[in-house]
């Protein structure tokens, strides 16, 4: 009597025991698909934005680039200090080259072509990140 016991008290305990990792799995799983991890539609969207931003920038809306800023990043500065902050240039293209992505952070690394002074044309490389907040993707600028 015992041993039938003990057997059903087993088999309930590894019952429950089989719930609970289950519930445990799904959970694990259920995170998985809600950040947008380095999968090409993240990568998609960021390079896009980063694109059309850099279009605000060459012909010279900074008020349209201003709108790809972090929200943290315009609660702590106005239109008019980043204004203030920014000095055209003869910006004349820009391409992007990767987009690296790890869960709500992107680097984005962009071939900027630009003149100055004499010289019709210089490129550089910039890396610039882009945070997801609020289901959308955010340029934020280095100190």
């Given amino acids: 009597m015992l041993d039938v016991l003990a057997r059903d008290g087993l088999m309930v305990f590894a019952k429950r025991l089989g719930l609970i990792l289950l519930v445990v799995g799904l ?17 998609s969207a960021v390079a896009k934005r980063a694109q059309s ?41 820009i391409s992007v080259d990767s987009v690296v992505c790890e869960r709500d952070r992107c680097d984005v690394a962009i071939m900027l072509e630009y003149g100055y002074r004499d010289i019709k044309s210089i490129e ?17 600028p280095r100190k």
């Fill in 53 to 93: 931003r850099w279009g605000a920038l060459i012909k010279g809306d900074l008020a349209a680039a201003y709108k790809y800023l972090s929200p943290g990043t315009r609660g702590v500065l106005s239109l008019e200090e980043y204004e203030a902050r920014i000095r055209p240039m003869r910006w004349k293209k």
């Fill in 124 to 140: 550089t490389r910039l890396i610039e990140t882009w945070l997801h907040e609020g289901g959308n993707w955010w340029y934020v």
């Fill in 27 to 43: 959970t694990g799983c259920a995170g998985v698909g809600v950040k947008p991890d380095g999968d090409a539609n993240a990568k």
